[in-house]
């Protein structure tokens, strides 16, 4: 198994502009999550999903878009980029019946915006 | 809302001194309790959790910690490090079982030196 997957590791965007981060994930996972980490900060939650085609927003949603039409795939779209959202973005899945909640996350994708 | 502190921002061990990281959780009811470290360029990996139980739970690599209900602790433990443990280590915590996010502290960054 892959794990958790996400592209592209590293992305600079100027001001306004839009892109989405991927993430995959190969584990038949039904739970997927997105954090981003600032230092100083730890880790906060951006939106997640219980499962194909529910989505519910996380501690910091604003500027952010997820869709998850596959149970595989959950992507996050930066809308209008600025410069808070200069970060390092983790997805993370774990098991949809797992009482310990452990959650497998990916590599990152360090975003700068300009 | 639940919230989680970690009191130690930067730690700096010599290899061979022991090791422990304060964490504590605001939460009054049924927790989860997980230590992640993320070792430089890497992505985040568990190593331990708190379910229920024993609560002293071991990990990977001579870790362990103990969870204290009354004082709402999950205090990271290792007798001796090596070079090989400098990274940054996360306390995180789950307690809303219908959402299985996490909520992270700010992070610990261990430094140790040969």
């Known amino acids: 198994n892959a794990g958790v997957t996400q592209t592209p590791k590293f992305q600079v965007l100027k001001t306004g502009q839009s892109m989405t981060l991927q993430c995959a994930q190969d584990?038949?996972?039904?739970?997927m999550s997105w954090y981003r980490q600032d230092p100083g900060m730890g880790l906060r939650l951006i939106h997640y999903s219980v499962g194909a085609g529910i989505t519910d927003q996380g501690e910091v949603p604003n500027g952010y878009n997820v869709s998850r039409s596959t149970t595989e795939d959950f992507p996050l779209r930066l809308l209008s980029a600025a410069p808070s959202q200069t970060s390092v973005y983790f997805c993370?899945?774990?098991?949809?019946?797992?009482?310990?909640?452990?959650?497998?996350f990916g590599p990152g994708t360090r975003l700068t915006v300009t | 809302a639940q919230s989680v502190s970690q009191h130690n921002h930067h730690v700096i061990l010599s290899e061979a001194a022991s090791l422990e990281l304060g964490c504590n959780y605001s939460?009054?009811?049924?927790?989860?309790l997980f230590w992640y470290v993320q070792y430089p360029g890497q992505h985040l990996q568990l190593l331990l959790k708190y379910f229920s139980g024993d609560p002293l739970v071991k990990g990977i690599k001579g870790f362990e910690a103990e969870f204290i209900k009354s004082k709402f602790s999950f205090n990271l433990r290792k007798p001796s490090v090596q070079w090989s443990d400098t990274a940054e280590y996360f306390c995180a915590v789950n307690s809303d079982t219908g959402r299985r996010a996490l909520t992270f502290g700010s992070g610990t960054r261990l430094q140790v030196q040969p």
């Open positions: 993370a899945s774990s098991y949809s019946d797992s009482g310990p909640y452990e959650q497998y």
């Open positions: 939460y009054g009811g049924t927790v989860n």
């Open positions: 584990m038949n996972h039904e739970y």
